[in-house]
């Protein structure tokens, strides 16, 4: 029947920006979960799961994304969906993006995700959209279409993240066990990642993120963690992603703020990735 629903993982999220959210997913799935992660305008965003009549489950503490996802894989189960759409709380889908992304899973049977091209609002560059699939080493979590039984099947989404890397590491851990992850690149997603901030250096534009603290010691842990386990997976470059690492340093240092705290979180989730047991 290839039922799909959407799962959409808050934390106190910009009611107008999840409203259209809501709006531009509503016609293409056949229903929508959303999984709060305590967020503390829960009232205004259980007023839109009414508005819309989609289900929701309230979580009274952060979880995590892992966590959460876990939840909604949980559910599409139990409700007998066959894919699940994963959206962050502040992406506007294209209209008949999930369509479009299902076409994916016909190259293929091994495929367990299909997602688009990614295009960050907060970057000058624009992505042309293509007709062309192409088989990828891993896709963020934000419009990627995955078939349930296979995500289930590996064991779901790794818990112990919390935040960061999480699509990294089901990617990985799918294509371990012999599944495939493909992008259509006729599918655009307008995505916001971070709080990117454009910057010159030199001869050329640099971009900083600027992440909390917080969420800069788990972008730290969790991408040694998960570069120490999959290290020998084709696809996966180890120096490529040990240089991209110490020069998000380079940009705390050069273009952020809270500089200090940042790059002592950097150092404590190195050493943290290192000792987690993979």
């Known amino acids: 029947m290839n039922r799909v629903i959407a799962i959409i993982v808050t934390y106190n999220a910009d009611i107008e920006r999840l409203k259209n959210n809501l709006s531009a997913i509503i016609e293409q799935v056949d229903d929508v979960l959303i999984i709060d992660n305590g967020s503390t305008n829960i009232k205004d965003i259980q007023k839109l799961t009414k508005l819309f009549d989609f289900m929701i489950t309230a979580n009274k503490q952060n979880r995590g994304i892992a966590i959460a996802l876990n939840q909604g894989l949980e559910c599409a189960t139990l409700h007998g969906f066959e894919y699940a759409l994963t959206l962050d709380q502040d992406s506007i889908s294209a209209k008949g993006m999930v369509e479009e992304l299902k076409k994916g899973f016909l190259k293929n049977d091994n495929i367990a995700i299909v997602g688009p091209e ?12 293509s007709d062309e699939f192409v088989y990828v080493s891993s896709l963020i979590t934000s419009g990627s279409l995955c078939n349930v039984a296979k995500l289930k099947a590996v064991g779901g989404f790794d818990d112990r993240l919390f935040i960061d890397c999480v699509d990294f590491e089901i990617c990985w851990r799918l294509r371990l066990n012999g599944y495939l992850i493909v ?15 454009k910057n010159r250096f030199i001869y050329r534009n640099v971009y900083a993120l600027n992440h909390n ?13 998960i570069l120490k386990k999959y290290r020998g997976l084709q696809g996966v470059k180890f120096p490529k992603e040990l240089f991209g690492l110490f020069k998000r340093c380079g940009g705390i240092v050069l273009y952020e703020s809270d500089k200090y705290n ?3 979180s950097t150092i404590k989730g190195i050493r943290d990735g290192i000792l987690m047991d993979s």
Do not use: F, P, W
């Open 118 to 129: 990614i295009q960050d609002l907060n970057k000058d560059e624009r992505i042309q959209s």
């Open 213 to 225: 603290a917080t969420r800069v010691y788990y972008m730290a842990r969790n991408r040694i963690y």
């Open 183 to 197: 992008k259509n690149k006729n599918v655009v997603l307008n995505h916001t990642i971070g709080k990117r901030t």
């Open 262 to 264: 940042k790059i002592i």
